[in-house]
């Protein structure tokens, strides 16, 4: 059955007729619009909570303020805090909140606004060529997840995410509680469990951490996935999302298939050895490091360029939130920094990084000359 989102916006345009034809057309989900019929907070809230009864989650353009013939004198932030209250007070089933905009990175009072972010379950930016499959099938996940939390007993709350045991448990208590509240559990594995390696790994990180070139090795790499380390690979909520895999179970498995110490003992050429020789997968080809780095200790990934890196050889990416203990930062290659492409992604160093980045480069620059 498809998942059913209504969708909140003052405009009545051509870019809202593409948006509902983008998502409807994927046959994955079914989005209608509902036009603010007033300016009154009040009964916009009761319409949407209305409505919600027979959808699944709400999708609320950011500008509602702007300058459609339907807008209200309120912001998206509002409208979305009132429903949070709502189905937190258990006056209303809880529903996902999906936030969209033309130009969500330009608008100033958002960005800077972080305590509103966690309003939001997924956020997408309808300006630029959107991927309306890619979108829709995050959207049916998400309403799935909010579906499936609400079936699990809070005593096995590691079932949420297919693991009948983690060994250290407390990194989860932030989501624990006499009662599960779903957007606190999805925001939890979109963005900390999904977005920075740590509990899971996503397959580029995977690749780089087995030492393997996943273009040049092309169908080995997808029968090592598939064959060897599919035991490892996180089925929990939101798994259909993205193909991600658990970390320790990654090492372990890597011990046990070679018989060895876990990858961070070798260089990629070392560990591809091991593995050729323990899975018969002679068509793997061993990942080399990018210009101006030399180490194939590769344990992470550029932000920029997803290529293998070392993150002895990487420079620490500035970010907005502190992280968890458990989460490893973002690194980017000094070639990625070099050719601007942390800045072409509206990314930056951290101040001290990029000193040591700058200073890095002159080195270079210094020895060519001489």
């Not at 405009?11 to 989900?29: C, M």
């Not at 009154?40 to 013939?69: C, Q, R, W, Y």
């Not at 932030?77 to 258990?90: I, K, M, P, V, Y």
């Not at 469990?193 to 169908?219: P, Q, Y």
Request: hydrophobic share 35%.
């Amino acid at each position: 059955m498809k998942s059913k989102y209504i969708y909140i916006d003052d405009e009545k345009d051509v870019s809202v007729e593409t948006l509902l034809q983008g998502f409807n057309d994927t046959g994955i989900v079914e989005v209608s619009q509902c036009l603010p019929e007033n300016d009154n907070f009040e009964s916009l809230t009761s319409m949407i909570l209305d409505k919600l009864h027979a959808n699944d989650g709400v999708i609320i353009d950011l500008k509602l303020n702007g300058n459609g013939p339907h807008r209200v004198n309120f912001t998206a932030t509002t409208l979305a805090q009132f429903l949070r209250s709502a189905f937190n007070d258990n006056q209303e089933e809880e529903k996902p909140i999906i936030l969209c905009s033309t130009d969500i990175n330009s608008n100033v009072d958002y960005q800077t606004d972080f305590t509103s972010h966690d309003l939001f379950d997924f956020i997408f930016d309808k300006s630029i060529e959107t991927k309306w499959i890619e979108f829709a099938r995050d959207l049916d996940c998400i309403s799935k997840a909010y579906k499936q939390i609400k079936q699990i007993n809070t005593e096995d709350f590691l079932s949420i995410f297919c693991r009948k045991e983690i060994m250290d448990t407390s990194v989860f208590d932030i989501i624990r509680g006499n009662k599960f509240q779903a957007s606190k559990i999805v925001g939890f594995v979109l963005h900390d469990m999904f977005t920075h390696n740590g509990l899971l790994i996503n397959e580029s990180t995977l690749a780089a951490r087995l030492g393997v070139d996943m273009e040049k090795s092309g169908k080995s790499w997808q029968n090592l996935t598939k064959k060897f380390f599919n035991v490892s690979k996180y089925g929990g909520i939101l798994s259909d999302i993205g193909d991600y895999y658990w970390n320790d179970l990654v090492i372990k498995r890597f011990k046990e298939i070679t018989g060895k110490n876990g990858p961070a003992s070798y260089g990629a050429s070392k560990r591809i050895e091991l593995l050729k020789n323990s899975t018969s997968l002679d068509n793997l080809v061993a990942a080399k490091p990018v210009t101006l780095c030399k180490s194939d200790y590769f344990w992470t990934t550029c932000v920029a360029t997803n290529k293998p890196l070392d993150p002895m050889e990487g420079y620490v990416v500035k970010e907005d939130n502190d992280l968890k203990s458990w989460q490893e930062p973002l690194y980017a290659s000094l070639i990625a920094y070099a050719n601007g492409d942390l800045e072409k992604m509206g990314m930056s160093l951290t101040i001290a990084e990029k000193e040591r980045a700058d200073s890095d480069l002159q080195e270079i620059d210094n020895r060519q000359d001489d």
